[in-house]
């Protein structure tokens, strides 16, 4: 098959389409031929290298994969050849009890597509048959499969760590990157009044667009200031962080007294200073989260069919163009998803 292989960390020039042998199902698993790869953040992380993780090279990015089984492991029987799928990007052991607990993203043996083992930019690639979810009606295969990583890890973030509930005030920031897109439709879901921030005002125009209450262009402003005067001096009880350094100074600032900042990853850099001083006095909490319960999906997906939360493509190109793909992101030019097709 015809897939993209990282040989070794670097710049986008390091991605390059060759040819590899097909993948085989073992028990258990099934092969997915891939009609869309939707990118995340982490695609750029695995391929820069990052230090302190290692990750097994030659390896094939892309963990949010839509497309059609054609060959299921032995011992599958719920899902069979020509079942039009999305893959749940993440895997446990499945005995350990953090496994049997189903909370799989505390395992300590957790996987994920396109990270841990190969993932979808390839003509096909092979997952454990339990992360085969229905392709939802009604979406176009990139639509679909700009749908698991980023609304799973919105979903952990605010449903089950930050917990935020009707009527909060909740601040996403970099509102039109995968997971802000996402942070916006759940909060706004759970009742929550949403302050989205984003470096332009086109982005903030399309973070209304999706139900963002309140917009803040946070590279003129001083967001949290921004914050403060928006929410009469309270600040907002949940802030949804993955920006890191450049921003983590400000979002303790943001937070009301008792607020939760719940945070996922560190874009612009992982040294991020916590003035303790504010942690304390204004009793905030810090909430570790990372990618979530795969259960969590099917909840999700069922928002998805009911047309309340959605996914944003912001193109669509083919598997060919990966560089430029890559480059998209790293340019802070997409507002959602930007997805690969391999040919039909
Ligand atoms: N732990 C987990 O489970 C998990 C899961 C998903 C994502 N993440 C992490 O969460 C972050 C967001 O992921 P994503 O896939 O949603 O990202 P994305 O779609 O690539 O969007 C990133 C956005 O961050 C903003 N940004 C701020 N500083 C930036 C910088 N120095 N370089 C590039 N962009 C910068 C930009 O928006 P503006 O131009 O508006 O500032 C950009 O559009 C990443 O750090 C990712 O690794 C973690
Ligand atoms: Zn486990």
Known sequence: MRAVLLERHGGPEVLTLTTVPDPVPPPGWVAVRVRACALNHLDLWARRGLPGVRFPLPLILGNDVAGVVQATGAGVDWVRPGAEVVLAPGFGCGHCEACLAGDDNLCRRYAILGSTVHGGYAERVVAPAANCLPRPAGLSWAEAASLPLVF???????VHRARVRAGEDVLVLAAGSGVGIAAIQIAKLRGARVIAAASTAAKLERARALGADETIN???ADFAAEVRRLTGKKGVEVVV??????????SLLAAARGGRIV????????????DLRHVFSRQLQILGSNMGRKASLHEIFRWVERGRLRPVVDRV?????????????????AFGKVVLEPPA
Request: charged letters at 25%; aromatic letters at 8%; glycine letters at 8%.
């Open 152 to 158: 799973l890890t919105a979903w952990n973030m605010l």
């Open 218 to 220: 946070y590279a003129q």
């Open 263 to 274: 945070t996922c990853g560190a874009t612009s850099g992982y040294e991020a200073a916590t």
């Open 241 to 250: 962080e993955h920006t890191g350094q450049e921003t983590w100074g400000r």
């Open 317 to 333: 190109l083919p598997l060919e163009r990966v560089r430029e793909a890559h480059e998209v992101l790293e340019r802070r030019a």
